[in-house]
């Protein structure tokens, strides 16, 4: 009989990448080889890096419950109209907290500094300091597809630097878990090796690129002979309005105006991704009404497709993508998926498949995982697991 010991303990971010001795520079990361778990809506969770970014403007975010936050300006918390960036939400906005809801306060501009962020196993979001907060993968599948088909991809990332959007599409491409990456370097050189198409990720930091920025970065590749075939825009609500609007809902829909304009101009397909609101985050199925900030997204694209990943979908590693609107085919079809958040594989079936029969039934075994590792959770909490 062998016992686990656990230790439940608060502690900053920054006191435990000390603890374990994380290079004080920017980009810095860490891959844990022990169990360090973090709370989160979902129970405590697996963080599977810990990293530092790159050097950024600092924030620090004052809350109605007394709480302070220090983060990036673009950092996300959880409201009632879904995950919010800081520099997005106002005094009107209810935040999620463990203990109920608070309001941000005040947001105080600090100095550019190195920051520190963390990434948890299955749900992407853990309790900083009692705040809700997320992180998430992006468009990676969408990219490394059209890459293997051998197209030219531009990936326009404002939110994660082009070090940390690249090792994802390592890991997608390659099927190596993103920890293990660094270890496989060989299989990796190898995989991009093979790869037909070309891929470019440039970076911006959040609110400083508008469309106008992105038009010119295609010209500049179109000169160079690097005509995209694939725009990827991660995404389209960091973008920064090319005129100021009074309300948040009209500046969106000015950018994704925009971005039709350039898909339509260059004629390239032109993806993006957003938030819905906090309501679908235990639907079944998410459809466009419950799209956040602004119904006019829905309106102005030709195609959307919708995830929903249940607590229990997360546990299995499964989700439902819906097609909300398909302006050139059907539209209304909830399709079965398999997620690998490990490597961010995403295989995405027909109901009718083997594979979407058998995604199927391992979602509608979702609470039997649930239960199972719920009780799991309590034997290690109780010191009692055997080995």
């Not at 609500?237 to 809902?249: F, Q, Y």
């Not at 309501?279 to 419950?290: H, P």
């Not at 829905?298 to 249940?310: P, T």
Request: glycine fraction near 6%.
């Amino acid at each position: 009989m062998t016992y686990k010991r656990v230790i439940t303990e608060e502690v900053t971010i920054k006191s435990l990448f000390d603890s374990i001795g994380i290079a004080d520079e920017a980009l810095a990361n860490h891959f844990p080889v022990y169990d360090i778990n973090v709370k989160t809506p979902y129970g405590f969770k697996r963080i599977n890096e810990l990293f530092r970014t790159e050097l950024q403007q600092s924030v620090t975010c004052y809350f109605g419950n007394n709480v302070t936050v220090k983060c990036s300006p673009n950092h996300r918390f959880m409201t009632q109209n879904g995950w919010k960036h800081v520099i997005d939400i106002t005094q009107n906005d209810i935040i999620e907290t463990e203990s109920g809801t608070t309001y941000l306060k005040e947001v105080k501009y600090g100095k550019n500094e190195v920051l520190y962020d963390i990434a948890v196993e299955e749900v992407h979001c853990y309790y900083s300091n009692g705040i809700l907060s997320h992180n998430s993968w992006g468009l990676i599948n969408v990219g490394s597809h059209a890459v293997k088909q051998g197209l030219n991809v531009v990936h326009y990332t404002l939110e994660l630097n082009e070090g940390y959007v690249g090792q994802r599409y390592d890991a997608v491409l390659t099927g190596i878990a993103n920890q293990n990456l660094k270890y496989n370097l060989e299989d990796v050189e190898a995989a991009v090796s093979k790869l037909k198409g070309n891929l470019v990720i440039k970076y911006y930091p959040t609110k400083t690129a508008s469309c106008s920025t992105i038009r010119a970065h295609i010209e500049k590749m179109i000169l160079i002979g690097k005509k995209p075939d694939l725009v990827i825009v991660d995404y389209a609500d960091l973008l920064r309005g090319s005129v100021s609007k009074r309300e948040m809902r009209h500046e969106l829909e000015s950018i994704y105006e925009d971005l039709r304009g350039i898909a339509g101009e260059y004629e390239v397909p032109l993806y993006t991704a957003s938030q819905a609101n906090r309501s679908a985050l235990e639907m079944d199925v998410i459809e466009a009404d419950k799209i956040s900030e602004s119904y006019s997204k829905i309106m102005i694209a030709d195609f959307v497709l919708s995830l929903s990943r249940k607590v229990t979908d997360k546990i299995a590693g499964t989700g439902r993508w819906h097609i909300i609107k398909n302006r050139f085919g059907p539209d209304g079809l909830t399709l079965p998926s398999k997620m690998n958040m490990s490597n961010g594989q995403i295989h995405i079936y027909e109901e009718t498949s083997a594979d979407g029969k058998d995604t199927k039934a391992t979602m509608q075994s979702g609470e039997d995982l649930l239960k199972k590792s719920l009780s799991q959770k309590y034997k290690e909490i109780q010191g009692n697991t055997f080995g």
